[in-house]
Structures are given as structure tokens and as C-alpha cells.
């Protein structure tokens, strides 16, 4: 569909962001990542992504991308005496507030310190059986110390191996 804007010359502000939500208000938004980013397309729509072009009088406007978000990335290697690793096993990220808001002008997503909640991570495949890699999106945010942030779940014949790792002071 053709856009049409003022072709006199005068001077225009163009906000973008993605992923598109219809019924947002992009003067009040508030943007969630997904709770289970390892289901199909959960992570690639966590992604938020934002642009603006500012006094443009062309008729062509470029809006170049940048992520708003973190990506926190783990890389769980198997130790000496563990079990083999399979398609079970499931990395959480513990204790993070999953919501910031969104300021189109600034291009900054801010966390909003509501509720925190657990996301699955999603699992990048590495081709390897010892070492798997998973990621998680969220806004930048200060996680406190002594909190449980990442759990390990794997059921293995019959038995369910669940480690956590705690921040440290």
C-alpha cells in the first residue's frame, strides 16, 4: 500500500518498530517477550526491534533497525560423570521481568520492575552432544544477588536431573 506525507518540503519524524501488534499505542507502548522463547517463532517475535528517521523531506525514507532488548546467552557443557545430554533438556531463565516500556523518540525499551517470571530458553543447535547453547530476550535489567537464575531440567530413564545456578555476591 503507497503512504502518502507532505511533499512541500516540510520536515517529518518516522518511528518504526517491530514486531508489529495491531491495537498498540505506539505513544504509550509496552512490549512482553515471549514466556516460552524455545516454542516455534517465540524467540524470533521476543525481538524487538525499533527505528526512526527524524526531519526527513525526502519522498524515500531509510529506517535502519537496531535491537532494544538483551540477549542473555548460556552455554551448558557436560561434565565428567554426568548424563548423556538429549532433546529434554531445557534451560529456564529464573527471576527476570519479562516487560519494558517502549519509547519510539528515544528508541530505548526500559524494564518495567512488575512481576518477574521464568522463561524457556531457546536451544541453538550446536551439532554437538556435550555442549549446547541456548538464548533469552529480555530488557536490560540489574539482577539482584543471591537469586536463583538458571535452571537445567532433563529427564533421563525416569529420573529428572534439575540443577540451578544461583548469582553470587
Given amino acids: 500500500e503507497n503512504m502518502h506525507y507532505p511533499v ?5 519524524n518516522f518511528y518504526a518498530y517491530y514486531p508489529y ?13 515471549k514466556d516460552d522463547q524455545n516454542q516455534s517463532g517465540m524467540y524470533d ?36 560423570n554426568m548424563p548423556a545430554f538429549d532433546s529434554s533438556l531445557k534451560a529456564t531463565l529464573l527471576n527476570c521481568f519479562p516487560s519494558g516500556d517502549v519509547d519510539l523518540v528515544g528508541g530505548t525499551a526500559t524494564v518495567r520492575n512488575i512481576a518477574e517470571q521464568e522463561i524457556v530458553m531457546h536451544k541453538i543447535e550446536t551439532g554437538s552432544s556435550t555442549v549446547y547453547n541456548y538464548r533469552a530476550l529480555v530488557p536490560a535489567q540489574i539482577i539482584e544477588t543471591g537469586v536463583d537464575l538458571f535452571s537445567f531440567v532433563q529427564a533421563t530413564t525416569g529420573k529428572e536431573i534439575n540443577l540451578k545456578y544461583t548469582t553470587e555476591p
Avoid: C
Fill in 8 to 12: 512541500d518540503g516540510t520536515a517529518l
Fill in 21 to 33: 501488534e495491531a491495537g498498540t499505542d505506539p505513544t504509550a507502548m509496552i512490549f512482553g517477550v
Fill in 45 to 80: 517475535i521476543s525481538d524487538l526491534l525499533l527505528s526512526q528517521a527524524e526531519n526527513q523531506t525526502r519522498t524515500e525514507v531509510n529506517l535502519q533497525f537496531s535491537h532494544a532488548l538483551s540477549l542473555i546467552q548460556v552455554e551448558v557443557v557436560r561434565g565428567k
